[in-house]
């Protein structure tokens, strides 16, 4: 029997060598075919919001629609205080998601973090619910009295604290706000108009400005500036696709029951499809309300305008 045991840890090790190279495999594939990758954070930090997402405790590329999904996905704590796999996989399992492939990532050891205090302050102050990091910009000690007026993005604040002496100072502290964000794949030019093919949702530092929930605040909007691959996109980078501008001619339409009658009018504000929009009537010089309907052309709200 004890020649033998050479031999059977030699068959154990290559059985699991075999084992290994076959789940990187599956690993990898997944990795390549999915619409979303997920990787978990080593260190999770568990935050006192009533809602615990993925994207605050992980790292999400992918699919702009999907990965908006995905990052949104509640983490069900069940009452324990340490983020573990199967409370991943269970609040995964439990969100309802569908039609959505994603790779999931998680790390063999997770220490899970509870917030500091300084944090903490800073996320009840904004409700941020994403990844939140603060550093003191100097050694001094103190409890914190409060901070001043803060707004996500905002990268360098003040807080007033009391010093071991009794003392009252304010302290400075740089702020690192990170988040899943609709961001450019590749360069895209002022003007263009975003389609799903340009935008991706990726991890990135936020740096202030209004964040779209949803990839359709943005899809068939027109871009206002150049973006940079990689590069956020927030709301006020787009603009609406207008089919009718600001002092142009248009065709206005009135309907009276079975009745269509065309004159022209002069637009005096810009409206994307559906919007409501004033215009004159050059035939009766009323200032009249208007939806749009098409390129340069509107239907009237009122039956004599």
Not at 228 to 247: C, F, M, T
Not at 287 to 292: D, E, G, H, L, P
């Given at each position: 029997?004890?020649?033998?045991?050479?031999?059977?840890?030699?068959?154990?090790?290559?059985?699991?060598?075999?084992?290994?190279?076959?789940?990187?495999?599956?690993?990898?594939?997944?990795?390549?075919?999915?619409?979303?990758?997920?990787?978990?954070?080593?260190?999770?930090?568990?935050?006192?919001?009533?809602?615990?997402?993925?994207?605050?405790?992980?790292?999400?590329?992918?699919?702009?629609?999907?990965?908006?999904?995905?990052?949104?996905?509640?983490?069900?704590?069940?009452?324990?205080?340490?983020?573990?796999?199967?409370?991943?996989?269970?609040?995964?399992?439990?969100?309802?998601l569908k039609g959505v492939t994603f790779s999931l990532i998680i790390p063999d050891r997770i220490e899970?973090?509870?917030?500091?205090?300084?944090?903490?302050?800073?996320?009840?102050?904004?409700?941020?619910?994403?990844?939140?990091?603060?550093?003191?910009?100097?050694?001094?000690?103190?409890?914190?009295?409060?901070?001043?007026?803060?707004?996500?993005?905002?990268?360098?604040?003040?807080?007033?604290?009391?010093?071991?002496?009794?003392?009252?100072?304010?302290?400075?502290?740089?702020?690192?706000?990170?988040?899943?964000?609709?961001?450019?794949?590749?360069?895209?030019?002022?003007?263009?108009?975003?389609?799903?093919?340009?935008?991706?949702?990726?991890?990135?530092?936020?740096?202030?400005?209004?964040?779209p929930q949803y990839a359709d605040a943005i899809l068939g909007k027109k871009l206002k500036t150049n973006?940079?691959?990689?590069?956020?996109?927030?709301?006020?980078?787009?603009?609406?696709?207008?089919?009718?501008?600001?002092?142009?001619?248009?065709?206005?339409?009135?309907?009276?029951?079975?009745?269509?009658?065309?004159?022209v009018a002069k637009a005096l504000d810009s409206g994307a499809l559906g919007d409501i929009i004033r215009?004159?009537?050059?035939?009766?010089?009323?200032?009249?309300?208007?939806?749009?309907?098409?390129?340069?052309?509107?239907?009237?709200?009122?039956?004599?305008?």
């Amino acid at each position: 029997m004890a020649r033998q045991r050479p031999r059977y840890a030699i068959l154990v090790f290559l059985a699991v060598v075999f084992f290994s190279i076959s789940f990187f495999c599956r690993v990898a594939s997944a990795i390549a075919q999915g619409d979303v990758t997920v990787k978990i954070d080593e260190r999770p930090v568990l935050h006192a919001l009533p809602d615990l997402y993925l994207g605050a405790i992980s790292e999400i590329t992918g699919d702009a629609v999907s990965g908006a999904a995905v990052a949104r996905i509640k983490i069900d704590m069940k009452g324990k205080s340490v983020v573990t796999k199967d409370v991943i996989i269970d609040s995964i399992k439990s969100s309802g998601l569908k039609g959505v492939t994603f790779s999931l990532i998680i790390p063999d050891r997770i220490e899970t973090l509870c917030e500091d205090p300084l944090s903490a302050a800073i996320r009840r102050q904004t409700g941020w619910p994403w990844k939140l990091k603060v550093t003191a910009r100097d050694d001094s000690e103190g409890e914190l009295i409060e901070f001043s007026r803060i707004k996500p993005g905002m990268n360098k604040v003040t807080a007033k604290v009391r010093l071991e002496d009794g003392s009252v100072r304010y302290k400075r502290f740089d702020v690192s706000w990170v988040a899943p964000l609709f961001t450019a794949r590749s360069r895209i030019d002022f003007d263009s108009t975003l389609e799903l093919s340009h935008i991706a949702i990726q991890t990135s530092k936020y740096e202030g400005g209004d964040i779209p929930q949803y990839a359709d605040a943005i899809l068939g909007k027109k871009l206002k500036t150049n973006l940079e691959a990689g590069s956020p996109i927030y709301l006020h980078d787009v603009e609406p696709l207008y089919l009718v501008k600001r002092g142009d001619r248009v065709r206005l339409y009135v309907n009276s029951g079975m009745i269509s009658v065309e004159t022209v009018a002069k637009a005096l504000d810009s409206g994307a499809l559906g919007d409501i929009i004033r215009v004159i009537n050059l035939d009766s010089r009323r200032t009249i309300s208007a939806k749009v309907a098409g390129k340069g052309a509107v239907v009237a709200k009122e039956v004599n305008p």
